[in-house]
């Protein structure tokens, strides 16, 4: 008897009695660890999407974890037959936006003026001298999101980018939203999400082509509760009213001059120099964190009089509206849907997901896949379109309801099992579209502007880029504005944490403008939940505040 496990996509037959560790490196599938399955580290998670009763019961080194995650190292086949399902935190290289497009910032001329430079064989930070030798001199940018990691290393001496790196967020053990890992992180008090996160990093860390030790500085943007996290401050603060940083307290109380985060590599468990340094950018206000900062700078809205605006589409997103002369922003609790969080059949943008999705004359679903392979799961762009053509076709109403079809569609035949979407699907992606709309109405109607009168609309991050913008307009996420004030930009926030790290007058500049934004409460906004309640409803966003219904 021997039991059929999949990991990752890899297939085979095993007998009992190994655990899910040993059994996954058999297939190829490297696991992440730095405790030699010791139980230590907490770094080698699964998530068991089917035959969780085929494993072994938890044991304490597991204490941490809530189903349906288990510690591969612990895990052990108990049954003699079965099928397991699982996959690490760390599937593959995801297709997530590294690069930025079509950016102001980009016909500036580049500021190179590193807070790491060279005198001789000297190597200076800030002036102070933490080296000496004649090697590369590098730095990491790291945009920290809810559900994905992106690395560029950067040569600081001439501004080009070496590589990049990206990977899932391994956080999600602690749940799939910022509010979710606030409490978690506060009834664990052990720092367990930022370990494993470290340990993550590390392993991206050493496979650059580059010396990590030629590695002396780091600059960070995310949001409020990722950037905390990682930096070992409580994050409790974030998670109930005011919803605030516990750098803001400080700043009001005089305690420190600024929102930014100063820490060593070492300290915060990266294999960097020992004398380098991690910079976590400003955040703006609350949930506004350290990564609307860095579109603020990706987008130069320092320097910029057109009246412009940012959606970075996310867990958490980022809206910003303005110029140089008055800035608002707000964060949109939108949650994980539209990267593929509490969607049936949602994944991120790995190989195998569905990214493209179209309904032909004869009434089949037409998909494309990323990689070419066969089709494993859905991901944000593939969501959008297939409520696009759902709509369209007249197969869903405005309300989100399935018209004279079942309550479960099959979306393609999958590898190993039917891509499916569900009316529960669309109930999870209204309430994330609904959060986005009610901040966009909030933030425009704050700012005294309709749509029709903002000349740029830039759509940051991975999702944004690739999304189709007819799709969305057609099922109101984005504004119906003219197709060519719409940008789709790419990652600002890895962006903005480049600009940063190459440039510290950019960076003493970010600190002035982040005192001059607006900060949007939508929890406090009584216009708020009506607002939420309409922008769940299907239909193209006419002008702020004034959804049209299909």
């Known amino acids: 008897m ?57 044991d304490p080194a597991e204490s941490h974890l809530r189903p349906p ?40 001329p580049r500021l190179l003026d590193p807070a790491v430079t060279r005198d001789g064989d000297r190597i200076l930070l800030d002036g102070e001298e933490i080296d000496r030798g004649r090697g590369p001199l590098h730095g990491l940018a ?68 580059a010396d990590p030790l030629s590695i002396y500085e780091v600059v960070l943007a995310g949001n409020s509760t990722m950037r905390d996290l990682f930096f070992r401050l409580p994050v409790d603060s974030i998670g109930q009213s005011p919803y605030r940083s516990i750098t803001e307290f400080d700043l009001e109380a005089g305690r420190r001059t600024t929102t930014s985060l100063v820490e060593s590599a070492r300290r915060l468990g990266l294999p960097l120099h020992p004398r380098a340094r991690v910079c976590g950018l400003p955040i703006i206000s609350g949930h506004v964190g350290a990564d609307a900062a860095a579109c603020l700078l990706a987008v130069d809205l320092a320097h910029e009089d057109r009246t412009v605006a940012v959606m970075d589409i996310g867990t958490n997103t980022e809206l910003i509206i303005g110029n140089r002369h008055r800035v ?59 409520l696009s053509e759902l709509l369209r076709t007249g197969r869903m109403n405005s309300l989100g309801r399935f018209e004279d079809g079942p ?18 699907d669309v109930n999870a992606l209204a309430q994330a579209k609904g959060a986005n709309v009610a901040g966009l109405q909030v933030v425009f109607r704050e700012f005294g502007l309709r749509f029709a009168d903002l000349d740029v609309f830039y759509v940051a991050g991975g999702f944004g880029r690739h999304l189709s913008v007819a799709s969305a307009q057609r099922i109101g996420l984005l504004p119906s504005l003219d197709p060519t004030r719409i940008v789709q930009v790419g990652n600002a926030s890895l962006e903005g944490a480049c600009i940063a790290l190459l440039s510290r007058t950019r960076r003493a500049e ?19 939940f009506d607002l939420f309640v309409e922008g769940c ?4 966003l006419a002008d702020a505040g004034h959804p049209t219904r299909s």
């Open 142 to 209: 790291l945009d920290l999101g809810t559900t994905t990691v992106v690395l560029r290393l950067l040569n600081l001496e001439t501004g080009e980018v070496v590589a990049d790196e990206s990977l899932e967020n391994p956080q999600r053990f602690g749940g799939s939203d910022v509010m979710a890992r606030i409490q978690y992180d506060t009834e664990d008090g052990t720092r367990t999400l930022q370990r494993t996160l470290a340990g993550y990093l590390s392993r991206a860390i050493r496979e650059l082509p």
């Open 407 to 424: 309550a479960s569609l099959v979306i393609a035949e999958g590898g190993d099992w039917p891509v499916t979407f569900s009316e529960a």
């Open 69 to 108: 995650f288990r510690l591969s190292c612990r895990a052990r086949l108990a049954r003699a037959d079965g099928l397991v399902r699982c996959h690490t935190m760390r599937r593959g290289e995801m297709r997530i936006e590294r690069s930025a497009y079509a950016l102001p910032a980009r016909d500036r």
């Open 328 to 386: 608002l922003a707000a964060s949109c609790p939108a949650g994980p849907a539209f990267e593929g969080g509490q969607i049936a059949c949602g994944m991120p943008g790995l190989p195998g997901a569905i990214e493209r999705v179209a309904i032909d004359v004869a009434g089949g679903f037409q998909t494309t896949v990323i990689g070419g392979g066969a089709p494993e799961g859905i991901c944000g762009s593939g969501l959008v379109d297939i």
């Open 2 to 58: 021997s039991i059929e496990l999949h990991v990752n996509g890899h297939v085979s037959r095993v007998e009992p009695g190994g655990s899910l560790f040993d059994c996954a490196e058999s297939l190829g599938v490297a696991v992440p660890t730095s405790c030699r399955r010791q139980g230590k580290c907490k770094e080698c998670v699964v998530e068991v999407l089917e035959g969780a009763e085929c494993l072994s019961p938890p």
């Open 510 to 528: 970010l600190e002035q403008l982040v005192r001059r934004v607006t900060h949007c409460r939508l929890e406090t906004h009584p216009d708020f």
């Open 537 to 540: 409803q299907f239909g193209p």
